[in-house]
């Protein structure tokens, strides 16, 4: 009830400044954006001219000095890139959807727009890279979405023109830069299907809550279901990513951390693989304990992960970022139950502890021991089986005073001991609690 009161107050909000074309009821918005919270898994995607100097996308552009930034897309041939092999590393992760950095805060525009010479057809490369990333998914079932930057540092109609020193360009118009930014995500949309617009960009100061209205209606009216991340707006709080109420979003975007428990407002984590957006030689890549714990705690926060690779110059992706990948697919491939499909809840997450649930099933993911047994808050359903999914076994008993969960040291797993509550009716609707009581 919460949720659809939220949301209808939002409709309210946002009705009020005139986007008639967010006129949704709750059962229509849970409906459009029913696949992406069932995939609860994504890959983020950062990728451009940068890559042939492994520094960070868009904001190095500052440090290795606009000339030299600007004209690396002259030397971009990335002759390896394969959209299918892309897609296929993807899948093998248990990954749903793709998000490529289509136009980072740089400018360059990795597909064949006809409003701007930046782009990837005039590099030496000259192949659509949108294009063909959209069809290897459609061909492999895999959802292709879009990051878009609202700003654009190098556009000579953006007004801001670098993002620490240059703070005007003569022939500035945002206006017409607003028209620009419609041209070029309309023919994303017309060209190549997209299920998913991931804005960024939108803090500095030419954006507005206006403009965010217009572009959002813009949209909407092209592709109806499509969904759009809370960063169209200026509403986020910072890199916490939660949205203020009143401003437009689908969901909420907090960035390189777990965002915290919220069943009333859907949200995705985007963090990297390594320690670096794009590219980075000798980069630090996260374990697969991080990996997979990180993703366990998004779900068990009712929340999604999009997971970032920096591929290289070349068009590849770095083996041990593949290797990695495949390792969280390969787990997912025994236990994906307890993470696709699912919601957050009922007990809320902590950092060893986290809990999913679908129909009358409760996914327990105890992810560090802290002693012999785990105890927690009953619930007001009783528990009718249970079963170890990592192997082995497991006891459970269920009192007034609390659930207590008991598995032997040696059936302990180091990433997830997983088990499987059996619930004498729906888990779908149980108030969520902490964990301890």
């Keep these: 009830m919460k949720n659809r009161i939220t949301w209808l107050l939002l409709g309210l909000a946002v009705l009020a400044v005139g986007s008639a074309a967010l006129a949704e009821t709750p059962e229509q918005f849970d409906k459009r954006i029913a696949w992406w919270r069932e995939a609860r898994f994504g890959m983020f995607i950062h990728w451009g001219p940068v890559s042939l100097k492994g520094t960070e996308i868009g904001w ?24 299918d092999e892309w897609v296929s590393i993807a899948k093998a992760a248990g990954m749903k959807y793709i998000v490529l950095t289509s136009r980072h805060h740089d400018g360059f525009s990795l597909w064949d727009t006809k409003v701007s010479d930046y782009n990837i057809m005039n590099s030496p490369f000259k192949r659509d890279v949108v294009k063909e990333l959209s069809t ?12 878009y930057s609202i700003c654009d540092w190098r556009h000579p109609l953006y007004p801001v023109g670098n993002e620490t020193k240059v703070k005007g360009k003569p022939h ?53 279901d499509i969904i759009i991340n809370n960063r169209i707006d200026k509403g986020r709080h910072g890199m916490a990513g939660n949205t203020k109420e009143g401003f437009l979003g689908d969901f909420d975007t907090p960035e390189q951390r777990v965002g915290g428990f ?127 999914l990592t192997g082995g076994k497991v006891e459970v008993k269920q009192t007034e005073q609390g659930v207590v969960i008991t598995v032997p040291a040696r059936a302990r797993q180091k990433i997830d001991t997983l088990v499987k509550l059996e619930l004498d009716g729906s888990a779908m609707d149980l108030a969520p609690v902490t964990l301890n009581p």
């Design 172 to 224: 500035a118009d945002m206006d017409k830069f607003n028209q620009f930014v419609k041209d070029q995500l309309a023919e994303q949309i017309k060209n190549y299907q997209l299920g998913l617009v991931w804005f960024d960009g939108e803090w500095e100061a030419p954006w507005t809550h206006e403009r965010a209205v217009d572009l959002n209606d813009f949209l909407r009216k092209l592709r109806p």
């Design 136 to 147: 290897a998914c459609k061909k492999q079932g895999i959802v292709y979405g879009s990051y």
């Design 60 to 83: 190095s552009r500052d440090g290795m000095g606009t000339e030299v930034y600007d004209n690396l897309y002259k030397q971009f041939n990335p002759v390896k890139f394969n959209a």
């Design 262 to 388: 919220n069943m009333d407002r859907p949200w995705e984590t985007c963090m990297t693989i390594g320690t670096q957006w794009s590219w980075k030689p000798n980069d630090r890549i996260k374990s697969l304990e991080q990996c997979m714990q990180t993703l366990i705690l998004t779900a068990g926060g009712d929340g999604n992960l999009l997971f970032n690779v920096g591929p290289m110059s070349t068009g590849e992706i770095e083996p041990d970022q593949v290797a990695r990948l495949k390792e969280m697919g390969a787990w997912l491939t025994k236990y994906g139950e307890s993470v696709y499909g699912t919601r957050g809840g009922p007990w809320k997450p902590s950092k060893d502890i986290a809990s999913t649930r679908k129909g009358n099933v409760v996914y327990l993911h105890i992810l560090r021991w802290t002693g012999d047994s785990v105890t927690l808050h009953n619930i007001p359903r009783k528990i009718t089986g249970s079963s170890l």
